[in-house]
């Protein structure tokens, strides 16, 4: 477990209480590792995700994207 010392405005600090009380958690450290997660699967390398893979697949095997010739082709 890694500690740090953080310096937070007083909004930061009612958003992590306010996460904290909503969820029921009994420490900031709870909430703010809940935060951390849900940017993580929300913002970072979202393309890595399995989800994601499979979305891409299903997207290929549906046709979409394939390059049409005429209007009747894409009706």
Do not use: C, H, W
């Not at 477990?1 to 009612?14: C, K, Y």
């Amino acid at each position: 477990m890694v500690q740090n010392i953080i310096n937070l405005s007083e909004r930061e600090d009612r958003v992590i209480n306010i996460v904290k009380a909503k969820f029921g958690f009994k420490t900031k450290s709870e909430a703010i590792a809940l935060i951390t997660k849900e940017y993580e699967e929300n913002f970072l390398e979202p393309q890595l995700r399995p989800e994601f893979i499979e979305k891409i697949k299903k997207i290929e095997k549906e046709g979409y994207g394939k390059i049409r010739n005429s209007i009747d082709e894409l009706k």
